[in-house]
């Protein structure tokens, strides 16, 4: 069974930084390329980065691009997304994401706050 | 980036019919954009229907189903039961995932 269990959201301040993990289970990890979704509380879901199986090739949402970097290390099934120089439009539930088969697995998301 | 753009809100009768939308901003979608939908429940992660335009996950009534319809993605419900009542998220892939802004469906 598929299991993504994301963590390290937290309370953080403007221009702050966090970094989010992911840990993943149940598939062959380094087989599929991963994402990071967030939504706002009360809001719909925004795609934030995807990085391909090799790390080799990584995108972004233009809101993001060049603030937060993400990344995997494959032997340690694992996925992340370091988040710089905080805003509070970033304020939401980060999802971790993979899509195998036909079916969208989603983590039960962690929760960053960006406040003052 | 693309944008993807979803009725903001939709109201079907239980037992009735309802057909929700997803265009693109940079043309017709098509089978190439691999369309999903996704219905989201309150306090609840999102949850895969249909993917690839028509395929219906296992788990998805069959009640739900994919088509292309005027250049876009269409998500039809026939025989709607009130459980049906969520957030439904259509999302597009193009060099990257882009989702639409959500059709929120009330059963009434």
């Known amino acids: 069974e598929v299991h993504l269990v994301e963590s390290g959201g937290v309370v953080a301040q403007p221009g702050g930084s966090l970094r989010l993990s992911c840990a993943a289970s149940g598939f062959n990890f380094e087989d599929y390329p991963m994402h990071w979704v967030r939504q706002a509380p009360g809001k719909g879901l925004e795609w934030v980065a995807l990085i391909t199986r090799d790390s080799v090739h990584t995108n972004y949402v233009d809101s993001v691009r060049g603030r937060f970097t993400i990344s995997r290390d494959n032997s340690q099934n694992s996925l992340y997304l370091q988040m710089n120089s905080l805003k509070t439009d970033d304020s939401a539930l980060y999802y971790c994401?993979?899509?195998?088969?036909?079916?969208?697995?989603w983590g039960q998301g962690t929760l960053v706050t960006v406040s003052s | 980036q693309a944008v993807v753009t979803q009725e903001p809100s939709l109201t079907v009768s239980p037992g009735g019919t309802v057909t929700l939308t997803c265009g693109s901003s940079?043309?017709?979608?098509?089978?190439?954009?691999?369309p999903y939908w996704l219905q989201q429940k309150p306090g609840q992660v999102p949850r895969t229907l249909i993917y690839?335009?028509?395929k219906r996950h296992s788990s998805t009534p069959a009640r739900f189903s994919g088509s292309l319809l005027g250049g876009k993605a269409a998500l039809t419900l026939s025989a709607a039961q009130p459980e049906d009542e969520a957030d439904y998220y259509c999302l597009l892939s193009y060099s990257v995932w882009v989702f639409g802004g959500g059709t929120k469906l009330t059963v009434l």
């Open positions: 690839d335009i028509n």
């Open positions: 940079t043309g017709a979608v098509t089978g190439g954009h691999y």
């Open positions: 994401v993979t899509q195998i088969g036909g079916w969208v697995f």
